[in-house]
């Protein structure tokens, strides 16, 4: 059974060990990253189109992306070109901007 990403990050019973609170702290930076990474694009998205009163089926009509491409990016399981990306950014009227930057590295 899938936990919510609040249990995911809850890491106060790390954090109450001073030997392990850096560790903890650390932890809790690359979860939340990888929680973005996978899953902030959809939350946008689906976000965006709730606040519009949009159907995922009403969105796919107006952008040509299928329903089931919208569907899976919005679970964080798909993986859109910028093209798409673009589509379904025009339609829900947000911006997209595109950043490219040298990978930070773990000390």
């Known amino acids: 059974m899938a936990r ?39 939350e946008i998205v689906a976000k965006r189109r709730t606040e519009l009163n949009l159907s995922q089926i009403q969105l796919a009509k107006s952008t040509g992306v299928s329903q089931a491409d919208i569907s899976r990016i919005e679970c964080g399981k798909g993986n859109p070109t910028l093209d798409t990306l673009r589509k379904i950014f025009v339609a829900l009227q947000l911006q ?10 773990c000390a």
Request: cysteine-free.
């Open 4 to 42: 919510p990403y609040s249990e995911v990050v809850d890491l106060s019973h790390l954090m109450a060990d001073p030997d392990l609170k850096k560790f903890a702290e650390g932890l809790r930076s690359q979860v939340q990253a990888e929680y973005q990474e996978t899953f902030g694009l959809g």
């Open 96 to 105: 997209m901007t595109l950043e490219a930057r040298p990978l930070s590295r």
